[in-house]
């Protein structure tokens, strides 16, 4: 079967300092992988999506960045963290194919100081 | 217009009433349909899957999709405390872009003992 994992669950971190956040997926080949933000009442905001090593999509321009250095790890980056970086960041996989539901990791809540 | 139009709620009802979740979609070129349930503080987790119209039923849920009317329903029967969640509705199948969902913002519910 097929796992998710997204470390860590809990990040605090002080404005202006660097931030990377680590998925993997487990059971799988070829995954599509996503980047989301999640704020209260407001639903889902996709911010990056990946078809294959290498390829990234930004959804919204800010001040964060993706990378997929092996088929089945996503990272989220930042150089400078704002204030307004905080959030609940969900990281999810589905099947390399059109339609196909995500399944999403257990998310990181940052907190920007 | 937004894409999907969820009412946000929050819903208590009793413990063992039928529950009903609704979504509207504007795109009538969407053709997937999904349903998600989000405990706090964890992401969600895919609870239904479907692309036709007509019921589709998994234990106590059932998915509802009226691709006329542009709206889908989850009920839920013999509600349980354990229910007690946010629910997200997610759509697919745009004429682009079908590696991604667009989400409802999400509906609140507690189920009452």
């Known amino acids: 079967s097929q796992t998710i994992h997204q470390w860590p669950a809990t990040l605090v971190q002080p404005v202006g300092s660097p931030l990377s956040l680590e998925c993997t997926v487990e059971?799988?080949?070829?995954?599509?992988l996503y980047w989301y933000r999640q704020a209260a009442g407001r639903g889902l905001q996709l911010l990056f999506y990946s078809v294959g090593i290498g390829q990234i999509s930004s959804e919204v321009p800010q001040n964060l960045s993706a990378s997929r250095p092996q088929d089945r790890q996503f990272i989220l980056s930042s150089k400078k963290l704002l204030l307004s970086d905080s959030g609940f960041y969900l990281c999810?996989?589905?099947?390399?194919?059109?339609?196909?539901?995500?399944?999403f990791g257990d998310g990181t809540r940052l907190s920007i100081l | 217009q937004k894409e999907v139009e969820q009412d946000p709620g929050p819903l208590s009802v009793p413990e063992g009433a039928i529950v009903s979740l609704n979504c509207t979609y504007s795109n009538s070129a969407f053709q997937y349909f999904m349903w998600y349930r989000q405990y706090s503080r964890k992401g969600p987790e895919l609870l239904m899957y479907?692309?036709?119209?007509g019921n589709k039923e998994d234990g106590r849920f059932t998915a509802q999709v009226d691709k006329s009317s542009k709206y889908i329903s989850l009920f839920i029967r013999d509600s349980q405390p354990s229910d007690s969640a946010t629910y997200l509705c997610a759509i697919s199948g745009s004429n682009f872009g079908n590696e991604k969902l667009t989400f409802g913002t999400g509906t609140r519910l507690t189920i009452i003992p």
């Open positions: 479907t692309y036709s119209s």
């Open positions: 059971g799988t080949s070829n995954p599509n």
């Open positions: 999810a996989w589905s099947r390399g194919l059109p339609n196909m539901p995500q399944h």
